[in-house]
């Protein structure tokens, strides 16, 4: 084998390894389980915005009440006022916990 031949194979390896198709993975199981994965972090995103938002949009009106009840436009027992309060607190740290726990879970590690 010649220099020039040795060379024109050396650079016709180098091409048929740049090129990714012939490195994939032709598993098609392995291509569907990426494919669910990224469906299923995107379907985790879309639960996410929605619940932020949600939680958003309540803790703004339990502000809005704290403040016309503080402004006297709006009068309420001590009790309602504290239970509502605590009860809207309450389910928003809630809804945060079932997020973290169900959106995210943790991966089991392999011992």
């Known amino acids: 084998m010649t220099v020039q031949e040795k060379g024109n194979l050396a650079s016709l390896i180098k091409a048929s ?15 569907e389980k990426v494919e669910d994965s990224k ?3 995107e379907l985790k995103k879309s639960y996410a915005n929605w619940f932020i938002k949600i939680l958003i949009g309540q803790l703004i009106v339990m502000n809005i009440v704290f403040f016309c009840v503080g402004f006297g436009w709006l009068a ?10 605590g009860g809207t607190l309450a389910e928003v740290f809630g809804v945060i ?7 995210f879970p943790t991966k089991p590690t392999n011992r």
Not at 19 to 30: E, G, W
Not at 97 to 103: C, E, S
């Open 17 to 31: 390894l740049q090129d990714k198709s012939k490195t994939t993975p032709t598993d098609p199981l392995v291509s």
């Open 39 to 41: 469906a299923d972090r």
């Open 97 to 103: 916990l079932v997020i973290t726990k169900n959106l």
């Open 76 to 85: 309420f027992d001590e009790w309602s006022l504290n239970l509502y309060m």
